[in-house]
């Protein structure tokens, strides 16, 4: 079974032409666009739009999945909660005109107060449904490292308490990594996520060697085992696509401010390389069932 793939279009360039050109080399499927020309999905002109869809369609790709930074904002600031309200209305705009169903969203900045704020996490979470299921659209929730729920343990709490087909899980096993507390990404994390999941991001972790903290690295050199991984989808037969989140740079780490909100020219720096020397390993794993390396 051979899942669709695709790229985050800013781990390469913000030059989105450039960014299809390197994906559909490689042989992928569609793209995912976080930022393109220095601006989230929900900052684009309309031309910007149709710009986004042309340059699709001429090198026909599909475009699975926004990655918008829907709810990343303070949970108790009523004033922030209310513009990403209006950032998630914008976004479904550009979704309904590039023909995207997914959006992807978080659950607010980590701030310790996790199992406290929980119900208030799920409500205001929860409150975007209707928007949701009118437009036809999901959002898929990530347990990003900087947010409420930053663990596969978290996330599923938030989504058996929302309880909506219109408000899934991202699942992103290396985020688990960055989480002391979380449960390893795989078979832990997955078989708990595995009710919600409705799109997948690829990126490998492993500790780096100079400071022991988790790091990106090259696809299939980190821990988080994706040959078990995509075994286990292929078991699974796995419905959606595998989108790769490079995160990784050759001889260089993102800052924790780039990591934290991903976007732009600062974001894109050296981008280029370290992901298409993912991509290749990918394509080796798809040829031969192994890593090199």
């Known amino acids: 079974m051979r899942f669709p793939r695709?790229?985050?279009t800013?781990?390469?360039?913000q030059d989105l032409a450039h960014a299809v050109a390197v994906a559909k080399s490689f042989g992928l499927d569609g793209i995912e666009l976080r930022s393109a020309w220095d601006r989230n999905p929900h900052e684009l002109t309309r031309d910007q739009v149709q710009q986004v869809k042309k340059i699709a369609g001429d090198f026909d790709m599909a475009i699975p999945c926004l990655a918008a930074p829907i709810f990343k904002c303070d949970l108790h600031h009523e004033e922030a909660y209310a513009e990403h309200r209006r950032l998630l209305e914008q976004t479904i705009r550009v979704a309904e005109a590039l023909g995207t169903r997914l959006i992807r969203g978080f659950t607010f900045w980590e701030?310790?107060?996790f199992d406290s704020s929980l119900s208030e996490i799920t409500d205001k979470i929860g409150a975007m449904e209707p928007l949701?299921?009118?437009s036809g659209r999901i959002l898929v929730i990530e347990s990003d490292p900087a947010t409420s729920a930053n663990s596969s343990q978290r996330l599923a709490q938030v989504l058996e308490r929302i309880g909506s087909e219109n408000i899934r899980a991202l699942w992103d096993?290396?985020?688990?990594?960055?989480?002391?507390?979380a449960e390893r990404p795989f078979p832990e994390g997955y078989e708990r996520l595995k009710p919600y999941i409705?799109?997948?991001h690829i990126k490998d972790v492993r500790p780096d060697p100079a400071t022991g903290n988790p790091d990106a690295c090259c696809l299939g050199e980190g821990a988080v085992g994706f040959a078990a991984v995509f075994k286990r989808?292929?078991?699974?037969?796995?419905?959606?696509w595998l989108s790769l989140e490079t995160h990784y740079r050759?001889?260089?780490?993102?800052?924790?401010?780039?990591?934290?909100?991903?976007?732009?020219?600062a974001f894109s720096l050296g981008g280029e390389a370290a992901t298409r020397e993912c991509l290749e390993s990918w394509n080796t794993f798809l040829k031969t069932g192994r890593f090199d390396g």
């Open 6 to 8: 695709a790229v985050i």
């Open 10 to 13: 800013d781990e390469i360039s």
């Open 111 to 113: 701030d310790g107060r």
């Open 132 to 134: 949701l299921k009118e």
């Open 173 to 181: 096993p290396g985020n688990n990594l960055y989480v002391p507390e």
């Open 198 to 200: 409705a799109h997948i």
């Open 233 to 240: 989808l292929q078991e699974d037969a796995y419905p959606g």
């Open 250 to 265: 050759i001889n260089a780490s993102l800052s924790e401010e780039l990591l934290a909100l991903p976007k732009g020219t």
